[in-house]
């Protein structure tokens, strides 16, 4: 009869977790790229391009006003709820960086076309 006791403890535990509290055990990790969005139904792509539906709803924990173009951190469900997402480089910083980038190459350009040319002494008679 000592079990007794022991048992129904063990019973109440296991029935005493929520649904959500389970489903929490089993959201999976990604890093994914926004590509659309459209209500609560995002659109994302992971590092190998392979794209997926997920909902962010009210009971979906954000970081940061999410938008197309953010690369973040995401939680997921099995089911396509999105636990947590976390935005680990916002689509306005990634802009900014491609367009400081492009400049620095026309930059690089720019001063490659108008730098003097070396001449080498046996070109100069070939020309």
């Known amino acids: 009869m000592k079990l007794l006791p022991s048992l129904v403890l063990g019973v109440w535990t ?21 590509i659309a969005i459209n209500g609560e139904e995002f659109v994302v792509k992971d590092e190998n391009g ?29 089911n396509g709820q999105a636990r947590t997402l976390m935005i680990l480089r916002s689509a306005s910083v990634i802009k900014q960086d491609q367009a400081q980038q492009n400049q620095q190459e026309a930059q690089q350009k720019q001063q490659r076309a108008e730098a003097p040319q070396e001449v080498h002494p046996g070109e100069a008679a070939i020309k």
């Open 14 to 34: 296991l029935l005493s977790h929520s649904a959500a509290e389970s489903a929490m055990q089993e959201a999976k990790h990604f890093v994914v790229d926004i």
């Open 50 to 78: 392979k794209e997926a539906n997920i909902h962010v709803g009210t009971e979906t924990e954000k970081f940061g006003n999410l938008q197309v173009g953010d690369r973040v951190d995401a939680w997921v469900y099995p």
